[in-house]
C-alpha cells in the first residue's frame, strides 16, 4: 500500500518531465513538416471559440487522465488476478487517449487543468479502492466513470456539430472515437459483473 501510494503521489511529476517536452518538440516539428496549417483543431476565430476549444480540450486530457489513474490503481491491487489482462486493456486505451490529448494540448499552447496532481492522487484511490471490493467493484467503477466521460464527449460532438462541423472535422472524428471506446469500456464493464456489486 505504501508503494501504491508513493506512485501516487510522484506519478503526476510526469506530466510535465524531460519526456513530456521531447514530446512535445515531436509534435511541434510534425506540424512543420504538414501541408496544414493545424493538426487537429483549427485557429480560433475569435476569444469565445478560443475560449470554448480551450475547455473542451482541458476538460477531455483532464477525463482521460483521471481514466488512467483510475485504472492504474485498479491495477496496483487486481493486476495479477484473471481481471488484469481485462484492466490492462482498457488502460491501455485510456494512455492511447491521454497521449492524444497532451499533443492537442501542447500543439495549441493550452494549459491542462491545474487539478491535475488531485486527479493523479484521487483517480488511484478511487481506482484501488473500487478495485479493493473485488472485480465487480472495480467494475462498477468502469461503468460509472466511462458513462460520465460518455456524456462529456457527446455534448461537445453537440456543441461543435452546432457551431460548425466542417471547421471541426479532425477534432469530431478524434472525439468520436475515443467516446466509442470508453462506451465499449462501459459495455464491458457490464457484461463483467458491474450490476452484481454489493457494499
Known amino acids: 500500500m505504501q508503494r501504491a ?3 501516487a503521489l510522484y506519478d503526476w511529476s510526469q506530466i510535465v518531465g524531460p519526456a ?43 477525463g482521460e487522465y483521471g481514466a488512467s489513474r483510475i485504472y492504474a490503481g485498479q491495477m496496483a491491487v487486481l493486476g495479477r488476478t484473471r481481471t488484469g489482462p481485462l484492466i490492462q486493456e482498457m488502460w491501455d486505451q485510456e494512455k492511447k487517449h491521454l497521449e492524444k490529448f497532451n499533443e492537442i494540448l501542447a500543439e495549441n499552447r493550452i494549459r491542462p487543468t491545474a487539478l491535475l496532481p ?27 466513470v ?17 457551431k460548425d ?24 464493464g457490464l457484461e463483467h459483473d458491474a450490476e452484481t456489486v454489493s457494499i
Open 118 to 144: 488531485l486527479w493523479n492522487i484521487a483517480g488511484f484511490v478511487l481506482g484501488a479502492s473500487t478495485a479493493l471490493l473485488g472485480k465487480e467493484g472495480a467494475m462498477a467503477c468502469t461503468v460509472a
Open 165 to 188: 462541423p466542417e471547421r471541426y472535422t479532425e477534432l469530431l472524428k478524434i472525439i468520436k472515437e475515443f467516446r466509442d471506446d470508453e462506451m465499449d469500456h462501459h459495455d464491458t
Open 20 to 62: 513530456v517536452i521531447r514530446r512535445c518538440l515531436k509534435c511541434r516539428a510534425t506540424l512543420q513538416q504538414s501541408s496544414r496549417a493545424f493538426s487537429v483543431i483549427p485557429p480560433p476565430r475569435d476569444s469565445e471559440e478560443k475560449e470554448m476549444l480551450d475547455r473542451i480540450l482541458r476538460v477531455d486530457h483532464a
Open 146 to 162: 466511462e458513462e460520465s466521460i460518455s456524456e462529456h464527449y457527446n455534448s461537445q460532438i453537440r456543441a461543435l456539430m452546432e
Open 5 to 7: 501510494a508513493h506512485t
